[in-house]
């Protein structure tokens, strides 16, 4: 892209929550350029508030048709703090804490790696629930979310949506123990 030619504004809040944790979870995102105002949703039947605000914001940034000059708000620190203080030294570190611990949700993260990538982002975290007007929308679309999984899935395929993700959890956090050298 030319240097010489301007980015898009875009203004991006973002909220990602569950019903239990781990539990049914949704994200949502509002994506704001100029005049025009975009909203997305999306859910799953087993997951927790940190994959759902981390799906958020691979979401909005996924949108962007080209790259742009971002402004995003999200009341999730561990959003914030991960993509701009622990990311580098995870990579760094080969996807471990400095604790040398496997990193929590690292597809994730990696994904979030290469979207924000391609833009400018300024990271805002606001506090949620306290009448952020894109928070409270945000939290809004992420419930209904939740709601319609819930009424996608009966309980008896949400029980087994979350034996089969803590499963998967259990699995990941375990890999690195293994005698492989």
């Keep these: 892209m030319n240097p010489n030619v301007r980015k898009p504004n875009v203004v991006i809040h973002s909220d990602g929550g569950c019903h239990g944790n781990p539990g049914p979870g949704g994200w949502a995102a509002v994506l704001i350029c100029g005049e025009q105002q975009r909203e997305l949703s999306g859910?799953?039947?087993a997951t927790t508030n940190?994959?759902?605000e981390l799906q958020a914001a691979i979401e909005a940034l996924t949108a962007l048709r080209q790259p742009c000059a971002v402004e995003f708000h999200t009341d999730s620190n561990y959003l914030r703090d991960g993509i701009t203080k622990w990311l580098r030294g995870w990579k760094r570190n080969g996807w471990k804490t400095q604790a040398k611990q496997p990193v929590k949700n690292e597809d994730l993260w990696r994904q979030l790696d290469a979207v924000v990538a391609?833009?400018?982002i300024n990271w805002h975290w606001v506090k949620g629930h306290a009448g952020d007007a894109g928070n409270e929308r945000c939290d809004a679309l992420a419930t209904a979310a939740i709601a319609a999984v819930k009424q996608?899935?009966?309980r008896e395929q949400?029980?087994?949506s979350l034996r089969e993700f803590n499963?998967?959890?259990k699995a990941a956090a375990s890999v690195d123990l293994l005698p492989l050298g």
Aim: avoid cysteine; aromatic fraction near 6%; charge should be positive.
């Design 50 to 52: 940190n994959r759902m």
């Design 118 to 120: 391609k833009h400018e």
């Design 43 to 45: 859910g799953v039947p």
């Design 152 to 154: 996608k899935f009966s």
């Design 167 to 169: 499963e998967s959890q």
């Design 158 to 160: 949400l029980a087994a």
